[in-house]
């Protein structure tokens, strides 16, 4: 399991559902009539929630108070919202104990608004550091990777680390090169960069720009939902030689299980290996599978076993079809493990032999 230390400020995000039938006769305002108020986690509170949705074993270290937002929501659109800032005092030492990657989640409200000593602490243990940022960038200088959106670009001053944008519909932008949004459906945007870069610091074992890829997916899919919210990432391998309504309804029964669906695909020689020269070449299979709109990415292997893949994405579920008989080696890298029944009586073998016949 992997070891996340997450600094910053804790928010306190409060929704109060209304009704709204009538304008104020004091003032052209609508009168909002409150029946449901929630309470969820804000700010570096909601990094830790994405994080332990991801599998994650979180540390947090948190100011010493807790700011609220309340955003007053009639049918499930804000809106008003309403702050109560507290300032806490700054954070300077970490706590001890292993960790893969750090957060700081800055919000500006006190609890990093010097992070130089708890970056120089994690700089000397070598544990890599993802900065969410508010106000100047060299505030932050020692840090591995910044990641602002848009609008905080306008704090970029003396910074040597690494920056990623998130930029709305335009994607995500990383060395000047370009990661398309992957967002369906725009909802709530609430909470969208909290879930970024909580995956992109969970997934940055697998490679800074697969981890981009990840990251930008689930931040897609938590703007389709209402509030801050967290991604259940679900993920199945395979050959997938030649697709099929077999195939077709496996992956979009699974892609149902959860917010994110990942393939892991083998590598030709690999489906070689195991099976016969495969029809279609690695290029091909991953581009058909990349048309579906349920798969949201798809990542090749180079190896008989995805094992190494599923223990560093670590999914909520790993699925297979129904006609898999045993539990595979990759499953004890997955929190839980699934079989879809088959519906079709359909493989890529029976329609090669039956192309034999022809």
């Known amino acids: 399991m992997k070891k996340i230390l997450v600094l910053g400020d804790y928010i306190i995000d409060e929704y109060w559902h209304s009704d709204v039938s009538r304008i104020s006769p004091e003032s052209p305002n609508p009168i909002n009539k409150i029946y449901n108020q929630e309470t969820r986690p804000g700010g570096a509170g909601n990094v830790v929630e994405n994080l332990i949705a991801l599998g994650a074993d979180v540390t947090a270290v948190y100011g010493d108070n807790h700011c609220r937002k309340v955003r007053v929501v009639s049918d499930n659109k804000q809106i008003s919202r309403m702050d109560f800032d507290k300032v806490s005092s700054n954070i300077t030492e970490i706590p001890d ?26 700089k000397e243990r070598n544990i890599p550091i993802f900065v969410d940022p508010k106000g100047w960038f060299s505030k932050y200088e020692g840090a591995d990777f910044v990641v602002p959106n848009m609008k905080e670009m306008d704090y970029l001053d003396e910074f040597s680390g690494d ?22 459906e725009v909802y709530d945007v609430t909470g969208a960069g909290d879930t970024f870069i909580s995956a992109l610091a969970f997934y940055y074992d697998l490679g800074i720009e697969t981890a981009i890829k990840l990251a930008n997916v689930c931040a897609g899919s938590v703007v389709g939902k209402f509030g801050t919210s ?13 697709l099929h309504a077999g195939h077709l309804d496996y992956l979009k029964e699974a892609s149902k299980l959860g917010d994110v669906l990942i393939v892991a695909l083998n590598d030709d020689e690999s489906v070689e290996q195991i099976k016969r020269k495969p029809i279609n070449n690695l290029e091909n299979r991953k581009a058909a599978l990349e048309s579906l709109p349920f798969v949201d ?25 129904g006609d898999y008989d045993h539990t595979p080696t990759e499953a004890k890298y997955a929190r839980n493990f699934k079989t879809i029944p088959i519906k079709y009586d359909i493989s890529t073998t029976k329609i090669i032999d039956k192309i034999k016949e022809t």
Not at 97 to 122: R, T
Not at 163 to 184: E, F, M, R, S
Not at 297 to 321: D, E, H, R
Request: net charge positive; with cysteine.
């Open 97 to 122: 104990g292993e960790y893969d990657v750090a957060i700081l989640s800055d919000y500006n409200k006190g609890a990093l608004s010097d992070p130089s000593k708890v970056i120089q602490q994690l």
């Open 163 to 184: 920056i990623i944008i998130t930029a709305d519909k335009q994607g995500v932008w990383y060395k000047h090169k370009n990661y398309p949004t992957t967002a369906k």
């Open 230 to 242: 967290t991604c259940k990432v679900i993920m199945t391998n395979g050959c997938f030689d030649i």
């Open 297 to 321: 990415l798809v990542i090749p292997f180079y190896s008989n076993t995805a094992s190494s893949l599923y223990k560093k994405i670590n999914p909520y579920y790993m699925v297979k079809g």
